[in-house]
């Protein structure tokens, strides 16, 4: 339990301190970025499946089309998400970035209700609402749908859902959706390099240090994920998840100066009392859960 709470923990204070990593890669284009995390994270997690003898079940997926096919999906949603993310952070987004991801368990939520056919209580439905008062708060505020926030929350959702339906565990997934994308990335970060335009043929040794970075950083904080919700409940991993926003928004607001006014705070505490709502619903129900295992 005490290893299950140190891995979580490091795993979603990586994402939650992310933003600082992608500040020092602010003058590569987007894209750029996402194709070195795409492939750093290829090269590291293929490396770490040898070191530790796990290649056999990734080997096997591609005999498996149906998995091939899934993972392809959940590979453009990943993509999709980092991109949103790098743009968001490079764009000077971060608090709107961190919004996503609070809102990211309702939408869980309401996949499992449109998806998975789930049922949920008053509480839940409450929280549903309480989230949605939120965002419309905040588009009424902002004049525009806060898209960034929704796209992040919207894809990791999916991507989720996806991933939850997996036989593989977190490293043979995310080495199995970039080697998937491989055939795409690789070529074109060559091309972008020796056309010239890509950060690497500037010779800067710092920020190509910061670009490799990337990929064994992403890796780690997947496999500490991983390793944590092994061990621990999923309410107790649904509570720690909430320090990545958290240090996403303090980062934001703190130390990139973006704004966040106490009009923009109204909108932030509708969501928060929906997270407080949904996960003090979802401590009951595990509470009860349990005393019911130690009764039979």
């Not at 049922?119 to 839940?124: I, T």
């Not at 496999?223 to 320090?243: D, E, K, N």
Request: positive net charge; proline residues 4%.
């Amino acid at each position: 339990m005490n290893a299950g709470i140190v891995y979580a923990t490091l795993a979603f204070v990586v994402w939650g301190l992310f933003p600082l990593h992608l500040r020092q890669v602010a003058s590569v284009h987007p894209i750029e970025v996402v194709l070195h995390r795409s492939t750093w994270s290829l090269l590291f997690v293929l490396a770490l499946l040898v070191a530790l003898r796990r290649v056999g079940a990734l080997r096997a997926t591609f005999s498996q089309p149906r998995v091939l096919g899934l993972f392809t999906v959940s590979a453009l949603l990943l993509s999709c998400n980092w991109l949103v993310y790098v743009f968001a952070v490079q764009s000077g987004h971060v608090v709107e970035a961190s919004l996503g991801y609070f809102i990211n368990p309702i939408v869980n939520v309401l996949l499992g209700v449109l998806v998975l056919h789930e049922r949920l209580n008053r509480v839940q439905w409450t929280a549903v609402a309480l989230a949605a008062a939120g965002v419309l708060w905040l588009t009424l505020l902002a004049g525009r749908l806060p898209w960034i926030a929704l796209v992040l929350a919207i894809s990791f959702g999916f991507y989720g859902l996806m991933r939850k339906t997996s036989s593989l565990g977190a490293m043979e997934g995310l080495a199995l959706e970039t080697l998937l994308l491989a055939p795409l990335v690789v070529p074109l970060l060559a091309w972008w390099t020796w056309s010239g335009q890509g950060a690497m043929a500037r010779g800067d040794v710092a920020l190509n240090v910061w670009l490799l970075l990337g990929g064994p950083l992403t890796a780690l904080a997947l496999v500490w994920f991983a390793a944590g919700a092994r061990r621990l409940p999923l309410t107790t991993v649904g509570l720690i998840q909430y320090l990545s926003p958290t240090l996403q928004l303090a980062l934001g607001v703190w130390v990139f100066h973006e704004p966040f006014d106490r009009a923009r705070l109204v909108g932030f505490a509708f969501i928060w009392a929906a997270l407080a709502l949904y996960s003090a619903d979802g401590w009951r129900r595990s509470r009860v859960q349990a005393a019911g295992v130690r009764i039979r």
